[in-house]
């Protein structure tokens, strides 16, 4: 079948995906008791009696109806943006506003961190892979290995602790900002009418770097590159360790083969041999692992939001936790959701490119 | 004399040890994991051996002090070999604190794969040798707790039960069996197409005796190496969730929790309240990784040699 269909089959696939992540959400929002969901729209103070406002309420949030006829209803409010509103230390408003001004860090965060660390993982894994048990190949094992195995928050400290600006006195490595997204000096003293001092963020992408870009501020824009190699670097060492494991175990893999024999003693030159019938075919367990590496980076995003102070939708989400706004915590989990669904379409689209026997 | 015969099973499990053995990396994994096993066990036995009777709560290590704490040195006993830490204005000397710690991570993690493995296996098996709509809704549940990541899921379901230990330890069981009934899915549907099953269908064995003494046994081997592989995975996540302060739980000993206690001196340029209790993880998930890869190369049927 023609990868154009196999595409569009993967796209149709998505849909009963996506409603099971929102029955998950519906389910998540309905275990709370009535009394949780209802208690903001009381006032004790007015005329009204208690027991009627609890009605009135529950009227307004559909919660009379049977449980199935809500579920649509919550799709129905998904669809149309009313995802309710939240008021935390770092966010106060409607949830999907909050999700917008913050979800471009995330994201950004995610796709540095995973161009950076395949760009890095092809190669360097090529050459380990092809040179089993060599020096090269021991070493990258030790070092896959401990950052396959560091909890991502260690990690962080550590790359503070080395490079971080003023942690330890007189270290010359420590030239890095730890945290923030840049340097309130390359504001300058007048703020340009695209940066909103209250929130500290600039429009309209709300990533300085991009958004500095567009404006031509060279120095803002540098200052929140600056900002942004520790948190890539700490997400890219994770990930890179993930991705170099399968790489080098599919290198050794498919270097038996018959087919790599064969290509062999045809008389195909050495180096051609490992670009096309080795790590071709070692990509393919890499690829399907992808997703779920992923999924733990995404995880590893909200630990280097909060260790970095790099605000994003994992601080919103965690902020949403502590000061116990239903509303956010469940629409960053959705958003969180679709985005990983998104990534494991692009996987799943990137296989069957690489794989040509994947068509169904 | 004839030479007693040991049971071919009890055979097969020496046979897998001693090509565990051989395997130096391996074998190194699982002398870490059995000391740290020897750690957390000593303090069930013996709990007088950190010096404080009771070590359900940090409070108990605390000393009310306040000046900067002091690195690791050799001159404050055996207490203060690696340092101390201050969190909330008491000063902890971290080896003792780190020690009772393991106890708890460890204990949480392998209770957490332990029941997750055991009910995702038996769900995961029942699925796949049922088929039908039974696999199917399995099949649909397992993608909704694979679509949202593993830490996010996570931290909804604490937020839903509440932010206290016991319901993080609730919360991590909910999201980690549909790994394990992937797997024995995936393994399931394929020894259900063997001749030997088929053999005792022909001959008359219910579906349940089917799936108990021949599934289930056959599925077991990638069941293990994955729960050697989870066990450190499992202790980050339970780190990384004390880490976040989502649990509300101060003086619980748990190694992310000292390390996010830990952190506040790191602009103080102190290294040793992040880096010490981090090595205990790292050291731990390092070589309960060294002894799944091993695990994995030897109960490979492919690989076994």
């Not at chain 1, 190669?123 to 896959?144: H, K």
């Amino acid at each position: 079948m023609e990868l154009r269909y196999f595409i569009i089959r993967r796209l149709l696939l998505l849909i009963p995906t996506l409603f099971g992540l929102i029955l998950l959400i519906f389910f998540l929002l309905r275990m709370f008791p009535d009394t949780y969901l209802v208690a903001r729209y009381i006032n004790p103070k007015s005329s009204v009696p208690v027991s009627v406002q609890i009605e009135q309420a529950k009227a307004a949030l559909g919660l009379n109806y049977p449980i199935f006829i809500q579920y649509f209803f919550y799709i129905k409010a998904l669809f149309t943006g009313s995802w309710g509103t939240m008021s935390t230390s770092i966010y106060t408003g409607p949830v999907l506003s909050g999700i917008e001004l913050y979800f471009p860090a995330t994201l950004q965060l995610a796709i540095f961190a995973t161009i950076l660390s395949i760009i890095i993982a092809i190669p360097l894994g090529t050459y380990i892979g092809a040179r089993p048990n060599s020096i090269a190949d021991q070493t990258g094992r030790v070092f896959s290995l401990t950052f396959y195995a560091m909890p991502i928050f260690l990690l962080a400290l550590l790359l503070q602790l080395v490079f971080g600006k003023n942690v330890i006195v007189g270290n010359p490595l420590g030239v890095l900002p730890i945290a923030g997204k840049f340097s309130f000096n390359a504001i300058g003293a007048i703020p340009p009418p695209w940066f909103n001092a209250s929130t500290g963020l600039t429009s309209p992408t709300h990533l300085p770097l991009l958004d500095a870009l567009i404006h031509g501020d060279w120095a803002l824009a540098y200052s929140s590159f600056i900002y942004l190699i520790l948190p890539v670097v700490t997400l890219t060492l994770s990930l890179l360790a993930g991705i170099l494991r399968f790489i080098r175990a599919g290198m050794v893999d498919s270097a038996n083969q018959e087919y790599v024999k064969t290509a062999r003693s045809k008389g195909v030159p050495e180096s051609l041999v490992i670009k096309r019938h080795i790590r071709k075919n070692a990509l393919i367990p890499t690829i399907t692992v992808l997703g779920l590496l992923f999924a733990s980076l995404l995880g590893g995003v909200v630990v280097v939001e909060e260790v970095f102070g790099y605000y994003g939708m994992g601080m919103l989400s965690l902020s949403a936790i502590t000061n116990v706004a239903i509303y956010g915590v469940l629409g960053t989990t959705f958003v969180f959701g679709i985005t990983l669904m998104a990534a494991n379409l692009i996987v799943d689209i990137a296989y069957a490119f690489i794989d040509p026997r994947i068509r169904y | 004399m004839p030479v007693k015969k040991r049971h071919p099973k009890l055979e097969d499990y020496s046979h897998t040890l001693r090509l565990l053995v051989k395997n130096k990396l391996a074998l190194v994994g699982m002398v870490i994991t059995i000391i740290y096993f020897i750690i957390a066990m000593l303090d069930v036995v013996y709990p007088r051996y950190l010096g404080v009777s009771s070590t359900n709560s940090l409070l108990a290590f605390g000393i009310p002090v306040s000046v900067t704490p002091v690195g690791p040195s050799f001159s404050h006993g055996f207490a203060g070999l690696l340092g101390y830490t201050e969190m909330y204005s008491l000063q902890f000397p971290l080896l003792p604190i780190s020690l009772a710690a393991i106890k708890f991570d460890m204990g949480y993690s392998l209770f957490i794969v332990m029941i997750g493995a055991g009910i995702g296996t038996l769900v995961g098996a029942i699925a796949g040798f049922k088929g039908g709509y039974i696999d199917e809704i399995l099949m649909r549940v397992t993608d909704v707790f694979f679509s949202v990541p593993f830490l996010i899921l996570a931290l909804a379901f604490i937020f839903l039960l509440g932010r206290y230990i016991i319901m993080a330890v609730y919360a991590l069981l909910i999201i980690w069996w549909p790994i394990y009934a992937r797997l024995a899915r995936g393994q399931a549907l394929y020894i259900k197409s063997m001749k030997f099953v088929e053999a005792a269908t022909a001959s008359g064995a219910s579906s349940a005796r089917n799936i108990f003494s021949h599934v289930l046994p056959n599925v077991l081997s990638p069941i293990f190496v994955q729960i050697s592989l989870d066990l450190g995975t499992i202790m980050q996540l339970f780190a990384v969730l004390f880490f976040l302060g989502v649990i509300s739980d101060p003086y619980f000993p748990e190694l992310g929790n000292i390390i996010n206690q830990g952190q506040n001196w790191l602009g103080a340029g102190l290294w040793w309240p992040v880096i010490i209790p981090g090595i205990f993880i790292l050291l731990f998930t390092i070589s309960i990784n060294l002894l799944g890869d091993g695990l994995r190369d030897v109960l490979d049927p492919k690989l076994r040699r």
